[in-house]
Every structure is written in C-alpha cells, then in structure tokens.
C-alpha cells in the first residue's frame, strides 16, 4: 500500500504541510470490497468507505495544520454521482 520506497521524504511535517492538495472521491465510492480494508483499528481511525476515508484524511491534515497555527493546503472534492473504477 502506499508509494514504499518510491515515496517523497519529508524532512518536517511542515515541510508536508506546505503541499498543495486536492483529494478527489466520488460521492458514490461507498461500495466495500476486497480492496477496502476492513481491520477494526482501520475502519475506527478512516471509515468504512473511500468517501469516509478521503473525509477523515482531509480532516485530520486540517487538524495538524491548525495545531501548528497554519492553514491548511489540503481540499476534497467530491464529484457528485461519481463511483470508483480500477479501469
């Protein structure tokens, strides 16, 4: 899951915090399958479904950056009607 190795390095979280980004879910992407993990500790920290999860993430950035006195850079988006689609 995730980058691994080919992941940015962050030397602060401030320097994370100075990245632009636009998290983008479709409003419909609430089907749980075999690639939504389901493990108790997952879902009680992100939610059950990408919606849910893109909600907490973007959430939990806003958080960290208002801790440190900043605003965030981070934006969802969720485009109305849209699922989720691997093609």
């Known amino acids: 899951y995730g980058l691994g190795a080919g992941a940015p390095a962050f030397d602060t979280l401030d320097a994370f915090l100075n990245i632009s980004t636009t998290v ?9 399958d075999d ?5 108790p500790a997952i879902i009680g920290r992100q939610g059950h ?16 950056a208002c ?13 109305d009607g849209g699922t989720h689609d691997f093609t």
């Open 67 to 79: 801790a440190k006195g900043r605003a965030s850079n981070v934006r969802l988006f969720v485009l």
């Open 24 to 32: 983008i879910v479709g409003s419909r992407d609430t089907r749980i």
């Open 35 to 39: 690639s939504v993990r389901q493990e």
């Open 49 to 64: 479904t990408r919606v849910d999860r893109a909600r907490a993430w973007v959430d939990r950035i806003d958080r960290l």
